[in-house]
């Protein structure tokens, strides 16, 4: 296991979004899916257990999420871990496929 470590230095644009979508990060970190929640504030991330029940965990976002049209919808995003626990980096609706280098 890796560890990668990462400061915010620049609030322009999207906060690290070079950091986490530049095409090593791309294949080294591991996205998750949930649904940003609460004015975007956190996401929930639905979980299935191996005996077919469902359970789910909130995560709050690194940084509140401004943009409305993603409130409520499935988004993707990397788990960090800051002195306040994990919270979700690099939320966003496009799939990582997308992203410039891409993931296959």
Known sequence: MESIFYTEKS???KRGASFFRSQG????LQRFTGCLR?????????????????GKI?????YKIFNRDMWNKTVYFV?????????AFDVDVE??????????
């Open 11 to 13: 609030s322009v644009g």
């Open 38 to 54: 609460n004015d975007g504030d956190y996401v929930d991330v639905r979980l299935q257990y191996n005996d077919g029940k469902h």
């Open 58 to 62: 909130t995560i709050p976002t690194m």
């Open 79 to 87: 788990i960090g871990f800051s002195w306040d626990g994990p919270k």
């Open 95 to 104: 799939t990582p496929t997308n992203y410039a280098g891409g993931m296959e």
């Open 25 to 28: 990060m791309v294949e080294k």
